[in-house]
C-alpha cells in the first residue's frame, strides 16, 4: 500500500514520514536548507510479514502544489497532518478539498506537535478537525495525536497502518499496465531508471512498454517494486523500472508521462469529464473558462465548459469537456484536478468519463446519454446500455481502450453484455443481438418493397438500402449486415444490387420485345439452337442486348443454354426428354445410343451430344459405354435450370 501526506506547511508531514520510517524524504539541498519540502519524497517501511508499506510525502507549500497533485493522484490512502498549535491552516483546507475531489475515502489524521499544546488545546483541535472533514471523503476518518519530539501516539500509528496495510492486501488488479512517470534519475552502470504509481495492470522483467507521450518503445530490464527488487510489480504499488530502448537518448522524460502497454494506448486533446466545481468557485459557463489540467503526474493548459444545458456552478457535479492544448493519456476513471491557469486555485476536480471524444455529429442530448451510459462503473451493464443506445453498432475496441480492457476482460464484458460482434475491414462493431436481427429484417422488408415497385429492376443498391432505413447506417455497417445476410442466403448480390432469394426480374417493355423475337427465332422449324451471333444476324440488334435478353430468358427457364453460345427453347427440351424416356423404355435393355436419338429427335449429331450432355448434367440421364441410361422416372418433373447466383 502507498500513503501519501498530505496537510499545511510545516505541520510535521516530513517529520512523521521521518518518525514513522527512519527515512528523511527531504533529500534536495534546497530542501535541507531552507526546512521545507519542495519535491515529493519517498520512504518505505517493510512489515514483519514481508509486506512493504510506502510513503509518499508531499510539500504543504502552496507554491509546489503542483508537485503535491503528483503525489496524490492516482493514491487510495492518505495521511493528513495538522499541526496542534495551529490548527487547520489554508493549504489544509485546499489539500482536503483536493483529495475530497479525487474521492479518496480511505485517510488518517494526525494531529502532530502534540507536544506543543495543553490538553485543552488537543480536545479544541480535534473537534475543529472533525467538523472540517465532516462533509469531505474523509468523513469519519481515525485521528491519531502524535509527538515526534516525544514519541508518544507514533506506535499507536504505526499499528493502525498496519492493520490497514494487512486489510488491502488483496488489491484486485486488472486493466493493462500504466505507470505515472514522477522522477527520471540514472545509475552509473545500469542506466535509465523511472519510478511511479502504477495505476493498473502489471508488468515482468523483459516486457515491451510505449514511453508516451514520445511514442517510443522500451524494455523493461529490472524492476524494483516497493523499493525491493522484484521480477514483476502491479498495480497499487510504487515502482522503478530500469529500462532501454532504440531513441531513447534523443528525447526527455519529463514528470507527467506515462509507461503504457503498448497496445492500449488512448490519448486525445479531448475529455468528458464528471466534474464538481468547489464552493466558493465561480460557475463553469458553456463558453469554458481556461484551466490547469492535473492528471497522473502532469499538468497540461487547457479550457473546461459545461456540456450541460446550464453552466455547473459551486459545490454541483456535472458533465463538462477538457479541450487541451497538447494530447494527454487518460482512461475512463481517471481523477482529475483542475486549478487556475496561473495555478493559484483549486477550481474543481473530477473524473475521466471518455477521454476519446470524437466531435461528430451528434446532438446534446444524446451526447448526454451516451456519457450517462458511460458513467455506468459496471463495464457489462455500461456496454449494455450504450449498445442499447447505439442504432448503427459500437466501436468495440474503442470502448476496450477507453475502459483500459485486456483482451480476456474485454471478451467477458462483451459475452455479458451479451453482444454480437463483427469485424469489417479491422474495425470490430459490437449490435445487441436484438439490434442486429431487427437490422436485418428491416432490410429484407426495403427489398421486398422494392421489388413490389420496381419489378424491372433486379433490387435496390447499398445506398437505396440505407436510404430507405428509419436510420443511415455507416456505410461499413450496412454492407457488414448485408454481407452477412448474403452469406445466411437471405438474400441474393447481383453485381451491386441485392435482390431476395425468390425474385425474377420482369422484363422492361423493351426487353419483352426482343424477347419475344428471340423466343420465336429459336421456335422457327427448320432451325432449333441458336447462337449469339445467328440471332445478332436475324434480328438486326445489338449483340450486348440480345446477350443479356438471352441470360434473363435463361434465369426465367425460358430457354436454356445447352452449351458455350448455343440456346434452345425449354418447351424443346421437354419433348427431347420424353423421346429419351420413351427410347429408353422400349428398349430391352433400357437403353438408347446417340443415333438412336438423332433420329427420332430429328436433329443432326453436333446437337445431339450437346442435348445429351445436358441431360447427363442435371441428371436425367447416364452415359454408359456408347449408351444412355434415364434416370428419373418418367413422371418425374424436370428442372432445367438453376436459379444463378
Ligand atoms: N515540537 C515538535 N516539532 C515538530 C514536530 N513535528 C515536526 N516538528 C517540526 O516542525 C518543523 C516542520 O516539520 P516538517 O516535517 O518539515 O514539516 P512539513 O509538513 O514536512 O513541511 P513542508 O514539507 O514544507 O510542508 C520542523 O522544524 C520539525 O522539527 C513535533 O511533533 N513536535
Ligand atoms: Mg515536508
Known amino acids: 500500500m502507498i500513503i501519501a501526506t498530505a496537510g499545511h506547511i510545516d505541520h510535521g508531514k516530513t517529520a512523521l514520514v521521518k518518525a514513522l520510517t527512519g527515512v528523511d524524504t527531504d533529500r534536495l539541498s534546497e530542501e535541507k536548507k531552507r526546512g521545507l519540502s519542495i519535491d515529493l519524497g519517498f520512504a518505505y517501511l517493510p512489515l514483519d510479514e514481508g509486506y512493504t508499506l510506502g510513503f509518499v510525502d508531499v510539500p504543504g507549500h502552496e507554491r509546489f502544489l503542483r508537485n503535491m497533485l503528483a503525489g496524490v493522484i492516482g493514491i487510495d490512502c492518505v495521511l493528513l ?88 492486501k488483496k488489491i484486485t488488479v486488472g486493466g493493462n499496465f500504466r505507470l505515472a512517470i514522477d522522477r527520471i534519475f540514472t545509475i552509473n552502470g545500469v542506466g535509465l531508471i523511472v519510478t511511479g504509481m502504477v495505476h493498473s495492470g502489471r508488468i515482468g522483467i523483459g ?82 473558462v481556461p484551466v490547469l489540467v492535473h492528471l497522473g503526474t502532469a499538468a497540461i493548459p487547457g479550457r473546461v465548459a459545461s456540456i450541460q444545458r446550464e453552466a455547473i456552478t459551486g459545490n454541483q457535479s456535472g458533465l463538462a469537456r477538457i479541450t487541451l492544448d497538447r494530447s494527454i493519456v487518460a482512461y475512463w476513471g481517471d481523477r482529475i484536478i483542475l486549478r487556475d491557469q496561473s495555478a493559484q486555485r483549486t477550481i ?141 442466403r437471405r438474400i441474393r448480390r447481383n453485381g451491386n444490387r441485392f435482390h431476395l432469394p425468390t425474385f425474377w426480374r420482369q422484363n422492361t417493355e423493351q426487353e419483352g420485345v426482343l424477347l419475344q423475337q428471340i423466343l420465336s427465332a429459336l421456335r422457327a422449324v427448320d432451325q432449333t439452337a441458336h447462337s449469339v451471333r445467328e440471332l445478332v444476324a436475324n434480328l438486326a440488334v445489338d449483340g450486348m442486348d440480345i446477350k443479356q435478353s438471352l441470360r ?20 424443346r427440351m421437354e419433348t427431347f426428354a420424353l423421346i429419351a424416356k420413351r427410347l429408353a423404355k422400349n428398349s430391352p435393355d433400357a437403353t438408347f445410343t446417340v443415333r438412336m436419338f438423332s433420329n427420332q429427335a430429328g436433329i443432326g449429331r453436333n446437337l445431339t451430344i450437346p442435348v445429351l450432355e445436358y441431360f447427363d448434367r442435371i441428371g436425367l440421364t447416364r452415359r454408359v459405354g456408347d449408351a444412355r441410361q434415364v434416370l428419373k422416372s418418367i413422371d418425374a418433373p424436370l428442372i432445367y435450370h438453376k436459379p444463378l447466383q
Not at 531513447?248 to 488512448?266: H, N, P, T, V
Not at 476496450?400 to 469489417?424: P, Q
Not at 420496381?454 to 454492407?479: F, H, K, M, Y
Not at 434473363?552 to 418447351?571: H, T
Open 81 to 168: 497532518a495538522v499541526a496542534a498549535d495551529d490548527g487547520p491552516m489554508p493549504q489544509t483546507i485546499e489539500h482536503l478539498a483536493i483529495l475530497d475531489l479525487l474521492g479518496i475515502a480511505r485517510g488518517l489524521i494526525a494531529i502532530t506537535k502534540i507536544d506543543r499544546v495543553s490538553k485543552a488545546r488537543l480536545v479544541d483541535v480535534r473537534r475543529t478537525i472533525e467538523t472540517m472533514v465532516g462533509p469531505t471523503s474523509l468523513r469519519g476518518a481515525e485521528i491519531f495525536p502524535v509527538s515526534v519530539q516525544t514519541g508518544e501516539g507514533i506506535a499507536a500509528l504505526t499499528n493502525h497502518l498496519k492493520i490497514v496495510a494487512r486489510a488491502t
Open 348 to 488: 474543481a476536480g473530477g473524473k475521466v468519463v471518455d477521454p476519446l471524444v470524437s466531435v461528430r455529429g451528434r446532438t446534446r442530448l444524446e451526447r448526454l446519454s451516451v456519457l450517462a451510459a458511460m458513467e455506468i462503473v459496471d463495464p457489462v451493464k455500461s456496454l449494455a446500455n450504450l449498445l442499447d443506445q447505439s442504432r448503427v453498432g459500437l466501436q468495440f475496441d474503442r470502448f476496450c481502450r477507453v475502459r483500459n480492457l485486456t483482451a480476456v476482460e474485454s471478451k467477458k464484458v462483451l459475452h455479458g453484455a451479451s453482444a454480437k460482434l463483427t469485424e469489417f475491414e479491422g474495425v470490430r462493431l459490437a449490435f445487441t443481438t436484438t439490434l442486429w436481427k431487427s437490422l436485418c429484417t428491416a432490410i429484407i422488408e426495403i427489398i421486398k418493397a422494392y421489388h413490389a415497385t420496381s419489378p424491372i429492376i433486379s433490387g435496390p443498391t447499398q445506398l437505396e438500402i440505407n436510404e430507405n432505413l428509419d436510420r443511415r447506417l455507416a456505410v461499413d455497417v450496412l454492407a457488414m449486415v448485408l454481407s452477412e445476410l448474403v452469406s445466411d
Open 552 to 571: 434473363n430468358a435463361v434465369k426465367q427457364g425460358l430457354i436454356v443454354d445447352i452449351s458455350y453460345d448455343r440456346y434452345i427453347l425449354v418447351e
Open 207 to 288: 516486457d515491451r512498454l510505449l514511453l508516451s507521450p514520445h511514442g517510443v518503445v522500451v524494455r523493461a530490464r529490472g524492476i524494483h517494486a516497493q523499493n525491493r527488487e522484484a521480477s514483476s510489480a502491479f498495480q497499487g504499488q510504487r515502482c522503478a523500472l530500469n529500462i532501454s530502448g532504440v531513441g531513447l537518448k534523443k528525447i526527455q522524460i519529463r514528470r507527467g508521462d506515462w509507461l503504457l502497454c503498448e497496445q492500449s494506448a488512448a490519448s486525445g486533446t479531448r475529455l468528458d469529464v464528471r466534474l464538481r466545481v468547489l464552493f466558493d468557485e465561480k460557475p463553469v459557463s458553456k463558453r469554458g
